[in-house]
């Protein structure tokens, strides 16, 4: 992949998918090439924390909305410490930002950080195919780096997959860090990361959490140095299949009884931990418009998603597991996807969308303080037979 100088407006670019489909346009970002899976993010706000969730490490994004980057980017919104996506595909790019609080236009920072990208692409007509198809392996080329026609469907083709992809390690912390309670402190949570979003433990912090955050590889023993009141296991990139050490984490965990919660990748893990099987999805779920219900409240909300893979679990069935009974506790409203998953003789859960909703809907934000009343009536229990 290599980086150009700004105005790449004019430079030829080309987008081919793996079964040979193929769009032209023009350069938007940084010019060269790059490669991934192609997605399709439904969102019409919030382009700059999609770019910067780690949870698009190996991605080529295509947004569905045909204007972006009209907000520009600012230094206050980033999710974490880059651009995670592979690729960047968009219709109608803005030619100028228009915000008050933009410090650059969004083609800058793509051509700062090096991600190539592609513009004037018939975006409708490319997020048909892979809902028809589904997601596939992508190349982006342009400038120089456009290879003769014959061969680019070669090297899109000779890409790995997504499946069977462990991706955690390459987008976790190198060290641990805190993030400090907000006020007063009253709980200790470990959190593993696997490709955590920074609001997320800022959304813990506001309710008096001392964030704890561990990389991928942390050890049972190093994930209760801490003394933790809860476990939380982050969002994250890859197949859920191979990721065998953070199963095993949670597996500690539900044996000490100790309160558990996991979004997205880390409602994955809790499934796999339970005994449930993962699968890939056609085309995935992505974007901040995903209906949800919760089945212990029948209430419906509206989520924020990003996940090609899911839970293998019946949804209408209290299972028999190795840590007790369990239930598919929300269900995505549009294929019936699981969306979450409850222990109802242990204080865990998950869920399989982002709670933190950054950028999008509020809808689940009661999903922390579920997990404040877990460790709140661990605390108790504790406290009594003391």
Known sequence: MTTSARGTARVPAVLVLEDGRTFRGRAYGAVGETFGEAVF???MTGYQET??????HRQVVVMTAPHVGNTGVNDEDAESRRIWVAGYVVRDPARVPSSWRATRSLDEELTAQ???GIRGVDTRALTRHLRERGAMRVGIFSGDALPPEGDMLELVRQTPEMTGADLSAQVTAEEPYVVPAVGEKRYTVAAVDLGIKGMTPQRMAERGIEVRVLPASVTVEEMYACGPDGVFL????????TAD??????RAALERGTPLFGICYGNQILGRALGFGTYKL????RGINQPVQDRTTGKVEITAQNHG?????PLDTVLDTPYGRAEVS???LNDSVVEGLRLLDRPAFSVQYHPEAAAGPHDAAYLFDRFVKLMAAQQEQGAQRA
């Open 41 to 43: 993010s439904t969102g």
């Open 51 to 56: 770019l910067t969730d780690p949870s698009y």
């Open 114 to 116: 090096g991600v190539v």
């Open 234 to 241: 982050s969002n994250g990139p890859g197949d859920p299949a």
């Open 245 to 250: 050490h953070q199963v095993a984490l949670v």
């Open 282 to 285: 056609k085309y995935g779920h």
């Open 309 to 313: 893979f899911a839970v293998d679990a």
């Open 330 to 332: 929300h269900v995505g």
